[in-house]
């Protein structure tokens, strides 16, 4: 999904556009759609000049690279779930650099986009480009300034070295780190708003553009823009196509120690610090069930707890912290309320065992679509009973986060809901879960 929203510079959103995201066609690999998406962009911004626009922050997915070659887009990027070929992708496994060195672990299509670098290089395409991550394209785009950002390169890229704050000695050697764009911060003045599209859109041509970030570290800005989380020990949970949690520690951590064949990874805040996450493609999995959960009441939990029913992961393969078990129902329930409730525990449970791998501990921020899910929330909040769990309003989400970045120090307006936990044994049923995951993966614990 393509979003522009309008905020005001106190942190209230005044509008907001959407369009469905769809592959690009004729490309010869699966690539995304940028072209198309960028007519909706500027159409959408034409439409949107009716409020005082003072900035432009861009925000996009950590597994895209673009490359401009002439002033010009040199071809559709690469799309993340397009399958590398197999003998490329096996030559590529052996080149990458140790999980210890870029906290990034292997995965699947060309979620590395190291993966997709080493395609493109062997088809030629890499020759006189410059490149940049998603992000900073769109403010190449809108401004002419080519520039590169950390939360991109150090979001399983393999392309980043967290601990040395640089590229990856693999993208040195490969020649790729030459090949970026100039490092900035996610704030960055990047320059105005070309000509062009100021005539083009109705704007101010004095609109700034900033560099802008991946999209889970903006959710984890807003998550630090309240009060009880700024300066604490605090995890936030980004739900929507991935849901991806990612932990502030206030202590030294190791992140070597985070299990790589998990899917767990090291990501880089918009200030270059690392932080150590997990992620499973949550969304995607309740899809792939066929359930709506992300505004399912309570109906039905009691229902599965009595018949244990429950779903084994994983139905993506490849993902999330069970990434090689088959996709199973124990006593599926019929199409009903009780079926809906086994999806929305499972994703709880699933997301139970990414925040146990990254150590959270003392307060959890579940933001974006599923947080509206009452039993997907009171779930993991049953599931973590020595963990306050917390929801914002829809206000304090991914684009907000990129607002604070145009408004230093600005406060989210809401405050945060503490999460009441079901009233039902969920300490049982995960141990029940997870005794079957264990069965399944050779894991002792499960989880």
Known sequence: MTKASVWSRDGRCLEKLTRP???????????????????WL???????????????????????IAAIRDGTLAFAPVDYEWTIPGDIAAAYARERDPFAVTGSPALPGGLNIGSQLAWLDLQGMLDGVTLMPYAQYWAWLFCGVAASEVTSLGCHSDLWAPAEGGFSPMARQRGWAERFAPLVRAGDFLGTIRPELAKRTGLSPEVRVLAGLHDSNAALLAARSFPELSGSEATVLSTGTWFIAMRSPQEPVDLSALPEDRDCLVNVDAFGQPVPSARFMGGREVELLGERIDCAGTDGVGTVLAAQAMVLPSQVPGCGPFPDAPARWIAEPAPGPARTAAVALY?????????????????????????????????????????????????????????????????????????????????????????QNADRTGNAEGA
């Not at 500027?42 to 895209?64: K, Q, R």
């Open 21 to 39: 995201t769809c592959p690009a066609t004729g490309e010869g690999y699966g690539a995304l759609d940028t072209a198309a998406t960028a007519d």
């Open 347 to 435: 994703a709880a449970l699933m997301a139970d065992a990414a925040l146990d791998l990254i150590g959270t501990r003392a307060r959890l921020l579940i933001e974006g679509r599923f947080a509206a899910s009452e039993i997907f929330v009171r779930a993991l909040a049953a599931l973590r009973p020595d963990t306050d769990v917390y929801t914002a309003g829809s206000e304090a989400d991914v684009s907000f986060g990129a607002l604070t970045l145009a408004v230093p120090g600005l406060a989210a307006r809401g405050t945060l809901a503490r999460a009441e936990p079901l009233d039902c044994d969920m300490a049982a049923y995960r141990a029940a879960w997870r005794m």
């Open 42 to 64: 500027i159409e959408a911004l034409a439409s949107l000049a009716h409020h005082p626009v003072e900035a432009i922050v861009p925000v996009a997915h950590g597994a895209a």
